[in-house]
Nanobody, 117 residues
């Protein structure tokens, strides 16, 4: 079993920055993908950014040039640095870990990000 704990959400003005963190614990295989998803009210959950254990990254168009995902493999932590935030970035942000070995995926409890105009 894997547990994911997010932190770093909050209220910020448009143009501001936030850094989200997610710490994973439990039985984690070395090869995995960690990522951030978000869900705004009335909308489906969508990918924000993902990073493999080898460091390959993938970003949604909405965050390219503004968001940066990174990770510490030794500590199983993934970060999302969000700059130039916009009101449309307001959502609950969820951390995700997917084990490549068996395909199992896990979610954190979510952290609220609110961007005021």
């Amino acid at each position: 079993q894997v547990q994911l704990v997010e932190s770093g959400g909050g209220l910020v003005q448009a143009g501001g920055s936030l850094r989200l963190s997610c710490a994973a614990s439990g039985t984690i295989f070395r090869i995995n993908t960690m990522g951030w998803y978000r869900q705004a009210p009335g909308k489906q959950r969508e990918l924000v950014a993902a990073i493999t254990s080898r460091g390959s990254t993938n970003y949604a168009d909405s965050g390219k040039g503004r968001f940066t995902i990174s990770r510490e493999n030794a500590n199983n932590i993934v970060y999302l640095q969000m700059n130039s935030l916009k009101p449309e970035d307001t959502a609950v942000y969820y951390c995700n870990l997917r084990q490549v070995f068996n395909g199992e995926g896990y979610w954190g409890q979510g952290t609220q990000v609110t961007v005021s105009s």
